[in-house]
């Protein structure tokens, strides 16, 4: 399967001689596995948000897998989760042996229901995982409350939301640990693949450093199981250092092309994405709805205008979730917007030209259906 990376040729284009030089500057260095780039990748990264501890692990999936286990997670446990995300999310939750157990999504923002978790808790819940979809934060406050309620730790799933604000604090320094992709498409994204997975506890970051390392504590002494390789490169790593004191830059470009859509779309009966009261949005996904999706896209197709959805099927209903037993109609909200919604083209160097083609094209679309 070959994915097409939407506007990652512009952007080297722009940054290439920063990304030439540290991808040299590693190569000279003679330490190619866990040196000096991911060090300092780790410090900046867990500066950047505020907390105490960043660990570069090699994706975003296995991010959230070594934060479930850190945080001691173990088979048979359950953890709290939404349908409407990313597969990854919950594949990650399968992987250690944990059960995913959903709560259902707000109609506007498409996020997580603070107010369906308490419900959802058992004796075998062992963790609160709200994602930060999109680019913007999950209501935060009530589910902090249920977390202490319960004595349950939160992981959050930063994966589309790197430097979201909600009421001031940063994504990512709200629970006991939190979880980074750096895939190409993401607001900071490396040069392939790469992921972190950033705590204020200890106990977490050391179990972090263990696990992505076979379990080891000592060079050649397993001290913990399963353990993984999962460590980030660093050749990543020093891209990624770099682009790090661009990510202001990455996330005013993307909320320019935001406001963009809202002027030249918000007379018209598509849905565009609403931003929750405290919420600063760093949209990582321009999400937006229509109850004839499919006509429109079939239409803008025509027009060799071809937008993605994200996501199609909500996780509880893809056949390799069949085991979980969830029937369909059990998240309503998020069954239904799955069939509505649809994202325009988003990234920081979408050129004014490519905006109007869509934004042209769609109004056009729409005058006809
Ligand atoms: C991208 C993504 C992941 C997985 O990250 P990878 O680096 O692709 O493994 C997890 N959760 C969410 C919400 C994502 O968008």
Redesign the pocket.
Known sequence: MVQYVWGYLDEYETEREEILAAVDQVFRSGKLVLGPSVAGFEREFADYHGVAHGVGVD??????VLGLQAIGVKPGDEVITVSN??A??VV?IDSVGATPVFVDVHEDTYLMRVDQVEAAITERTRCLLP???YGQCVDMAPLEAIAAKHGLPILE?C??SHGARHHGRIAGSMGLAA?F???PT?VLGAYG???ATITNDEGVDAALRRLRYYGMEDVYHVVQTPGHNSRLDEVQAEILRRKLTRLPEYVASRRAIADRYVEALSDTEIVLPVTAEGNDHVY?VYVVRHPKRDQIMAALRERDVHLNISYPWPVHTQKGFAHLGIKPGSLPVTERVADEIFSLPMYPSLSRGAQDKVIDALREVLATI
Do not use: E, R
């Not at 994706?59 to 959230?64: L, M, Q, S, V, Y």
């Open positions: 994706n975003g999936t296995n991010a959230i995300t990313a990854p999310t990650a994602v930060h979809l799933d994966a589309q979880a992709s750096f895939y993401k693949d790469g992921g990582y």
